[in-house]
């Protein structure tokens, strides 16, 4: 299974970007996607996750302002970040639980940074 992560950039606070992670190869018993993320000098933190049948969870200090989603039949996942603050600037990477493998998947990494 690959993971591609894709939507990253540059955005005022205040702003919105929207996260797209496209899972390819054998992707059919993936169940658990993830998303985390990694600021300079801090350990990796998840953010969101949602089940294959649409369970959603979140860190606290990104309820109300970030929706995770996926859509089963192209194997993506999004996460559409809103309100964005400084803080949430890092390294977003993509995961995926394969529950018939007991094996998870890491994406490459997209860099989100939210200028003040």
């Known amino acids: 299974v690959q993971l591609q992560a894709s939507g990253g950039g540059l955005v005022q606070a205040g702003g919105s970007l929207r996260l797209s992670c496209a899972a390819s190869g054998s992707t059919f018993s993936l169940n658990v996607m993830r998303w985390y993320r990694q600021a300079p000098g801090k350990q990796r933190e998840l953010v969101a996750s949602?089940?294959?049948?649409?369970?959603?969870d979140y860190v606290d200090s990104v309820k109300g302002r970030f929706t995770i989603s996926r859509d089963n039949a192209k194997m993506s996942m999004y996460l559409q970040m809103n309100n964005l603050k400084p803080e949430d600037t890092a390294v977003y990477y993509c995961?995926?639980?394969?529950?018939?493998?007991?094996?998870?998947?890491w994406g490459q990494g997209t860099q989100v940074t939210v200028s003040s």
């Open positions: 949602i089940s294959s049948g649409g369970i959603t």
């Open positions: 995961n995926a639980f394969d529950g018939r493998v007991l094996r998870q998947y």
